[in-house]
C-alpha cells in the first residue's frame, strides 16, 4: 500500500521502470476522514505557471500558458494523462482507477500562499507525518501538531 497521486499509477504500471502485471491488481481509496461516512481532505497544487517580468515575449508566454490551462488541452491532460485538471467542472473526466482521485479531490483544499511552501514539501512534513500515523508511531493529535508546528515555522521562514 501506498500514499501516492493518479498519475503515479502510469509510472508503477510502466514497462520502463514499473511493473505493467499490476495493471490489473492495483486500486484506490481515498484517506477516510475522522468523520464516519466522509474523506478526509486533500491536497491540490501543481506547477507554477508564470511569465518573467523580463521576458521579451510575455504576450506569446501568456498565450501558451492560456492555451495550456483551457478546456481543450486541460481535457486532454485528465482523459489521456489522468491529471486532475484545474476546473472543478472537469472532475467528471476521471474513468477507472483514476475516478477515485478525482472524486477525491471534490473535497480539497489548496496548499498556502507562500513563497515558503516549497520548502515545506522539501521538507517531507506531511509525508512524514502520515508514516508516523499509519505505523503506530505517534497517535494522529499528536502527530498533526508537530506537523502543524514544523509547518509554522518553515512557512515563517525557519526551518
Known amino acids: 500500500m501506498i500514499i501516492a497521486n493518479g498519475w503515479e499509477v502510469g509510472v508503477i504500471t510502466s514497462a520502463t521502470g514499473g511493473d505493467p502485471s499490476l495493471a490489473d491488481k492495483l486500486g484506490a481509496f481515498p484517506i477516510p476522514s475522522h468523520v464516519a461516512g466522509q474523506t478526509a481532505p486533500v491536497f491540490l497544487g501543481g506547477s507554477d505557471l508564470g511569465v518573467a517580468a523580463k521576458s521579451k515575449h510575455q504576450n506569446l508566454a501568456n498565450d501558451w500558458i ?11 491532460m485528465a482523459t489521456v494523462g489522468g491529471v486532475i485538471p484545474n476546473t472543478t467542472s472537469m472532475l467528471g473526466l476521471g474513468t477507472g482507477l483514476n475516478s477515485v482521485f478525482f472524486n477525491a479531490a471534490k473535497n480539497s483544499k489548496f496548499v498556502p500562499n507562500s513563497e515558503n511552501w516549497a520548502n515545506v514539501e522539501n ?8 508514516v508516523k500515523i499509519f505505523t503506530g508511531q505517534q497517535k494522529v493529535p499528536d502527530a498533526t501538531a508537530a506537523a502543524s508546528t514544523r509547518i509554522t515555522s518553515i512557512l515563517n521562514g525557519g526551518g
Open 123 to 130: 521538507a517531507n512534513v506531511l509525508p512524514d507525518m502520515l
Open 66 to 76: 492560456a492555451m495550456l490551462t483551457g478546456s481543450k488541452h486541460m481535457t486532454e
